[in-house]
């Protein structure tokens, strides 16, 4: 089977043909898979344009009679198949966590059981996390603000507040609701100190927002990635994957760098790549992590094809993270035809 792998998006495997009678069942009692009036019951969560409906949980009957005249009628092709769902989820912020841990216990509860319990809700399988800060964090920082000796650059290295007091908590939660959801951990900006204005002169940038990672700091910054892995697990948070940078062609973000395909490249073939199978971690790295337009930079249209096109860093490559906006997710077609083994 492809490995063509996607996340956090909705895709109907062939196996039938359906119809959906759009058809509500009275009886709240009703399972997923009872049979009444001899169509199936199934659980749909609608949300509408005009907001009138927001995620409101229904019964309702699905039939398999190909004479159903519902306008409502999907037709699954059994000869078709296309990706493999590796999930669907959503992110755990600072500002996130920090808000359901101001919701009562019992509450709280509720709502992460609907969502992520895969017998009593939606069964939400993936969440992900920001490696420092992120855009929806309650402030900016790292996990080692502070630079070291130069023997030891990430000797201050530490969780910090936001991590330890609201995320962790948080995901403790949800995993002893459903303990075999995947983490995914993505950083929004290296810590200042491993950050310079461009790549030809190289001077220190001391922002927060866009900036570029200074090769000098490349094997500091994997070693943080690693840190950061270890010691999430050492909370009893295993991380199933990783992306080098979120949206790496964003310079904007409140927390951000600019990281090009061919920086990118070489962080993981030299680095990140290296620094992960030397400690023996098996968490996926995925590339790009933004939309399908590549922000309009024509340099770096196809970003993950020109690292796949380098053998010595695509070793270390599960595949590419792409969010869902800007452009036309077509291309991710051409691209798994280019490199079917990539997620």
């Known amino acids: 089977m492809s490995k063509f792998k996607s996340i956090l998006c909705c895709v109907l495997l062939p196996l039938s043909i359906v119809a959906c009678r759009n058809t509500k069942v009275t009886d709240n009692n009703t399972d997923d898979g009872d049979i009444v009036n001899g169509d199936k019951v199934v659980t749909a969560y609608v949300t509408t344009a005009s907001r009138s409906s927001e995620f409101v949980k229904n019964k309702v009957a699905f039939s398999s009679k190909v004479d159903n005249m519902s306008p409502l009628t999907v037709t699954l092709v059994p ?85 330890l007091n609201y995320v962790i908590p948080v995901l403790k939660e949800i995993l002893a609701i459903n303990p075999n959801i995947k983490v995914m951990g993505t ?70 760098m600019f990281m090009g395909w061919e920086e990118q490249n070489t962080f993981v073939k030299e680095a990140l790549g290296p620094k992960f199978k030397d400690v023996k971690l098996d968490t996926k790295i995925y590339l790009f992590d933004h939309n399908y337009n590549y922000d309009n930079m024509s340099g770096q249209y196809q970003y993950p094809l020109k690292i796949y096109a380098d053998a010595a860093t695509s070793q270390y490559v599960a595949g590419a993270a792409y969010h869902n906006y800007g452009g036309n997710r077509s291309e991710l077609l051409e691209i798994h035809k280019a490199y079917p083994d990539k997620e």
């Open 187 to 256: 950083p929004w900006t290296p810590p200042i100190w491993m950050k310079v204005n461009n790549l030809k002169e190289l001077k220190p940038f001391e922002s927060w927002t866009s900036g570029q990672l200074n090769p000098a700091h490349y094997q500091d910054y994997a070693e943080y990635f690693v840190r950061w892995i270890e010691a999430m697990e050492g909370h009893g948070i295993k991380i199933y994957s990783v992306t080098p940078q979120n949206e790496p062609l964003n310079r904007g973000n409140s927390a951000s």
């Open 79 to 163: 000869s078709q198949q296309y990706q493999v769902m590796d999930g669907f989820g959503a992110a755990i912020t600072g500002s996130s966590a920090y808000n359901l841990l101001k919701m009562s216990p019992d509450d709280r509860t509720r709502f992460l059981t609907e969502t992520f319990s895969d017998t009593e809700g939606m069964g939400q399988s993936y969440v992900r996390v920001a490696i420092g800060c992120s855009d929806f964090s309650l402030s900016e920082y790292t996990c080692c603000d502070e630079k070291g000796s130069m023997e030891n650059p990430l000797q201050h290295f530490s969780l910090q507040n936001e991590e």
